[in-house]
């Protein structure tokens, strides 16, 4: 855990560089702020507030907490399961207050939102990991020195370093010196920006009654009793939006017109309806799993599911297990290997998961009793050898004419 003497360089990922001024961009980023083009302050809990991100992030990381997760051991004639306290941590509880649901769905939540994700791996003296504790993103600083990362972890007074080896490290993208990270949120505020100001500009719309900002013409004598109209307007409208009514009184000789565009005219709706889309591509999701349903049909929506679990999911399920295999097993290691166990997926597809065990039985590529195990049900007698189809025999036991005698 010490740092090595021979490290002469360094360089940090962080606001205390004194090559960056107060006023820098990257003062704000720092701490997950940002101001977009549109004029709002763009922050993570912000952006949260915008439903179509609201919704990526929890899908994406609910889906990939969701899939088993389980420690093989390669053999002569493939792989089978691994037990033991390693498998249990990571199917079960990766520590003593989390589930692996828990830790995983939190890992995934920082990746999506802040950009990166960090877990510390706890082992005992001999070795063996004892648990895996995710940290806080705000209280990490990742340092390069000569040319090997170092993680500070700051724990109120205290701060502790880890080597890269110690750490599980998720980033969703990381920067041309290769250890700092961009997020997706603060990458595209101006978009994420236009979306906050999207929907506060509908709510202001419906607070003040769907009347949009208007102006008052007429024969003010003095600023006071402009000023006093002005209040009286104001608050008959809010009055009729209460009251439900459907009509204004004006004193004579005074006339209200409408101040900028009502949102039918700026196409609001339709703006909405893009900032989704955008949304979508930030994560790379079709539009569909965050609810819009606008191009969707039977045929493409099945086709963007695919879609999703092929170039969507695969990716990053192939990153994790990769980080996990690295830094739990180490380079040498060719025997064990951690895997997501995509097929669970399928779990909410009932129909579709039977005519999968049912090929895979009838074709001699699934045992009975290796369905069965996918689905948590005990073995069955006789149901360790693979069958063919037909009379779904065991293989070898068919007829050796071809069946023509009928015995």
Do not use: C
Request: aromatic residues 10%; neutral net charge.
């Amino acid at each position: 855990m010490g740092i090595r003497s021979w490290f002469r360089r360094e360089k940090r990922a962080s606001i205390e560089d004194p090559r960056v001024p107060v006023s820098d961009r990257n003062i704000l980023n720092f701490f997950g702020i940002d101001e977009s083009a549109a004029g709002e302050i763009v922050t993570i809990d912000s952006a949260l507030g915008v439903p179509a991100v609201w919704a990526a992030v929890n899908f994406l990381s609910g889906t990939l907490a969701s899939l088993p997760l389980h420690v093989y051991r390669r053999t002569g004639d493939g792989r089978e399961r691994a037990t033991g306290p390693l498998a249990m941590l990571l199917h079960d509880s990766p520590n003593e207050e989390m589930s692996s649901f828990e830790w995983r769905k939190y890992v995934f939540d920082q990746v999506f939102t802040h950009g990166r994700s960090v877990s510390f791996i706890e082992r005992a003296q001999t070795g063996r990991v004892l648990n895996i504790w995710p940290l806080e993103p705000s209280k990490t600083t990742i340092r390069l020195v000569g040319g090997r990362k170092l993680y500070d972890y700051r724990d109120g007074d205290r701060t502790y370093t880890y080597e890269a080896s110690e750490v599980i490290d998720i980033p969703f993208m990381l920067k041309a010196d290769r250890y700092s990270h961009r997020s997706p949120i603060m990458s595209n505020a101006d978009v994420i920006g236009l979306a906050q100001a999207a929907t506060r500009y509908g709510s202001k719309f419906f607070r003040n009654g769907g009347v949009p900002p208007f102006v008052i013409e007429g024969p003010f004598q003095s600023p006071a009793a402009l000023e006093r109209a002005s209040d009286d307007l104001g608050d008959a409208v809010r009055r009729a939006s209460k009251e439900s009514r459907l009509a204004l009184t004006l004193p004579a000789g005074h006339t209200i017109k409408q101040l900028g565009s009502d949102p039918e005219k700026s196409q609001l709706v339709e703006l909405q309806r893009f900032l989704i889309e955008q949304v979508a591509r930030i994560y790379s999701m079709p539009p569909t799993f965050l609810q819009d349903l606008t191009h969707g049909t039977f045929s493409n929506t099945e086709q963007q599911d695919l879609h999703f679990a092929k170039h969507t999911l695969r990716r990053w399920i192939q990153q994790f297990e990769q980080e996990l295999n690295l830094k739990l097993f180490g380079r040498s290691s060719n025997s064990l290997f951690v895997e997501f166990n995509v097929d669970g997926l399928l779990r909410g597809d009932f129909k579709t998961r039977m005519e999968g065990y049912a090929q895979g039985v009838q074709n001699a590529i699934l045992t009975p009793n290796e369905a069965r195990r996918r689905e948590n049900l005990p073995d069955v007698e006789g149901g360790d050898r693979l069958q063919i189809q037909g009379a779904t025999v065991p293989l070898g036991s068919q007829p050796q004419d071809g069946g023509n005698n009928g015995t």
